[in-house]
């Protein structure tokens, strides 16, 4: 099914079926139940829909993980590349087809651990792609080792002690690189996620999206999180809209992470800042 | 169009970089290290004018997956690096030959292991070149001996990678990747040039892996409606994750038959004077240049000696070999490692004729001198 022109730029939730979107022949899905990365996928589905984005110009790239395996799911162009490498394989992929609209999906470990090169570049370089990382703190699929975003003190099966290691913050990061783009939402509101992936698409040049999602099974299990509901309603009461302005943070929560749209600049796209070749002059002599 | 051909005097990398771009190579992703940085030097200036597009990336695992990003999405590609790189490479180079994601990657090689002698030459990649990254997979690899063969060889690679959706590697030494040669460069004719069979048809009814009788597929361009998943985990027809038992043996299976399925395309091998020869040199690249001398100055002294030089390294050329070494009473086989292509040789030859090595590992060409008296001392 393609998305169809002209539809209108929104649709309610009721209105939006995701299904009509999926390789419906591969589910059941394999996400445990009360994954984020299940809202996480709505959102930016929602947001290719509303956006007018043909899944036939589409091309979604994709690492290793829970959130990598999301790609098989999308009826579209998609390809599963390998763990860290999604933002190289897009680089060159975007840069050879400036006609597909590209959009990359990876994880925690995916993008900031194994990929976090490829990040740094990724955003310094800026080719026209979205990134989305799907942050859940943790290695989901290779069973919830620690991860550069594992909050401090939380089990993991490689720290059975509790975290030692400091938190990594993605958007700071990315935003330090040069992206012109950054952005954080919580998987818990899906309109206002999907609304900011929107934004991100739009964007001309490279722009990153943390979504914070959550794995419920694993990390949620070994730290007594309690159930889905209750690991995103306290994911969303340690962030704060960035449009709240810094007044209302202290002195109440001046340690919530931002969300919305962090960073919105404008850059040159790679491609615009082609130089024609200058011929060396040779160095005159007297 | 006609060929056009021009005599110039050109390095064995920027032969690299001109064949490269007159097979219809549009992108090129690398990053640099001696001895192999002309490879894109020289392409950073040729891409654009060609409609090209040339990117430096952050290392040689994002050169290696932006140029298989690319080649995904339907353009000619390729990458070029030496020994620390080609170690980098070999984690998406496995990509590459799963997905069958048709790409070229130069190897100019320089004397190993780990950083070893950045401008000095070696020819220790041979067997990283076969098994380099993990898993039973299909690759070819040319080795060229003169810069005009980089040159035609680069097209070749090409032809070979559309054609066959396989990986291809151009493996050379670092002298010849730095020899200057005047040589023709032929532009070749449009039917010269192979491009991949794209999927036509409806595509709904598509199977991107289905079989075919000559064993490779056509590939489904992104933007065209086909809308396949490409996945590294061993896939079904359709494309998608498998792991029962036989689909996971066939996907494999196929990728490996491919190859023998083509020997006859992909085999290429030089045989000077081995019919009457007592004693058969096997050697490529710059080592294969100084036999042939010793061969020439031998034979003027009336000494039964031919080379066996291969241009296609892997798959090896086999049942060639069997049969231009036949009657041979022995094999000198001369490489600057410590022995790697020896191994395949002894492998073949079972003990008939006997296998004899000269190796060198000093960062020093081996010598017409040294090969002469090797084989002065097997036939004594
Ligand atoms: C080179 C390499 N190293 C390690 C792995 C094993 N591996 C698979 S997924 C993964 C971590 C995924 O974590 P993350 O990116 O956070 O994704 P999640 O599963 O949490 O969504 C690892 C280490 C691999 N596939 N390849
Ligand atoms: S292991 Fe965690 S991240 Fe992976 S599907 Fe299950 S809940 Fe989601
Ligand atoms: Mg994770």
Redesign the pocket.
């Known amino acids: 099914m393609n998305i169809q022109e002209g539809v209108q730029a929104h649709v309610s939730a009721e209105e939006f079926d995701v299904r009509d979107y999926m390789r419906l022949d591969l589910f059941p899905h394999f996400l445990c139940p009360g994954c984020g990365?299940g809202m996480a996928l709505r959102a930016m589905m929602w947001a290719l829909y509303e956006n007018n984005i043909s899944m036939d110009k589409l091309a979604v790239v994709c690492?290793?993980?829970?959130?990598?395996r999301l790609g098989a799911y999308i009826d579209s162009n998609t390809f599963h590349t390998?763990?860290?490498r999604p933002l190289a394989f897009a680089t060159g992929l975007a840069l050879a087809r400036p006609d597909l609209h590209v959009v990359v999906i990876?994880?925690?470990?995916?993008?900031l651990a194994?990929g976090g090169n490829h990040l740094i570049h990724a955003c310094r370089r800026n080719v026209n792609m979205t990134c989305l990382m799907?942050n859940?703190e943790?290695?989901?699929?290779?069973g919830g080792q620690v991860?550069p975003t594992t909050s401090a003190d939380r089990y993991t099966t490689t720290t059975p002690g509790g975290n030692r290691e400091p938190v990594f913050d993605a958007c700071k990061l990315a935003e330090a690189a040069g992206a012109g783009f950054v952005g954080r939402e919580v998987t818990m509101q899906v309109p206002t996620l999907k609304d900011l992936i929107k934004e991100a698409y739009d964007y001309n040049g490279f722009s990153f999206v943390e979504i914070m999602s959550d794995?419920t099974e694993i990390f949620g299990r070994k730290n007594q999180l309690g159930e889905s509901a209750e690991m995103i309603l306290s994911q969303k009461s340690s962030t704060r809209p960035d449009s709240y302005g810094t007044k209302v943070d202290d002195p109440f929560r001046p340690n919530a992470l931002k969300t919305g749209v962090l960073v919105k600049g404008v850059r040159p796209e790679y491609r615009d800042m082609n130089r024609p070749i200058q011929p060396v002059q040779p160095v005159q002599k007297d | 169009m006609l060929a056009v051909t021009k005599r110039e005097n050109v390095q064995g990398n920027a032969a690299c970089a001109l064949g490269a771009i007159a097979a219809g190579c549009r992108f090129f992703a690398g990053y640099p290290i001696t001895p192999s940085s002309e490879i894109a030097e020289r392409l950073a200036g040729e891409l654009p004018k060609v409609g090209g597009t040339f990117v430096q990336m952050e290392d040689e695992i994002a050169s290696m997956a932006a140029t298989i990003g690319a080649s995904l999405g339907g353009v000619k590609s390729m990458t070029a690096t030496s020994g620390p790189g080609f170690s980098l490479k070999q984690?998406n180079l496995g990509y590459a030959a799963m997905t069958e994601t048709p790409c070229v990657i130069a190897n100019v090689m320089r004397g190993g292991p780990s950083t070893g002698m950045p401008t000095r030459p070696g020819q220790g990649d041979i067997m990283q070149a076969r098994w380099g990254t993990h898993g039973d997979h299909p690759i070819i690899v040319l080795t060229p001996a003169s810069v005009g063969e980089i040159y035609s060889e680069t097209i070749r690679a090409f032809n070979l990678s559309e054609r066959l959706r396989v990986p291809v590697v151009v493996l050379y030494d670092e002298i010849i990747g730095h020899l200057l040669e005047t040589i023709e460069l032929t532009t070749p004719d449009d039917d010269q040039l192979i491009d991949r069979k794209w999927a036509s048809g409806d595509a709904k009814d598509f199977l991107p892996y289905a079989d075919t009788d000559d064993l490779v597929p056509p590939m489904a361009r992104p933007g065209d409606g086909y809308r396949v998943h490409t996945t590294g985990l061993t896939h079904d027809d359709r494309g998608f994750p498998t792991q029962v038992p036989e689909k996971a043996e066939h996907a494999v299976t196929r990728l490996l038959d491919k190859l023998d399925h083509h020997a006859e395309l992909i085999e290429s091998y030089e045989a000077v004077m081995c019919e009457d020869a007592d004693v058969i040199i096997t050697a490529f690249g710059i080592t294969a240049r100084a036999a042939h001398k010793a061969v020439k100055n031998l034979r003027s002294q009336g000494v039964k000696v031919g080379l066996f030089r291969p241009i296609t390294m892997w798959p090896f050329p086999e049942a060639a070999y069997k049969k231009v070494t036949g009657n041979a009473k022995a094999i000198i086989v001369a490489e600057m490692n410590a022995g790697q292509l020896v191994l395949e040789i002894e492998r073949i030859c079972a003990g008939k004729p006997e296998v004899h090595r000269v190796n060198r590992i000093d960062g020093e060409v081996i010598t017409p001198d040294e090969l002469q008296a090797a084989v002065k001392e097997v036939m004594s």
């Open positions: 990365h690492g290793i993980g829970c959130s990598g390998t763990h860290g990876t994880g925690d470990g995916d993008c194994i799907l859940n943790v290695y989901g699929m290779t991860s794995c | 984690e």
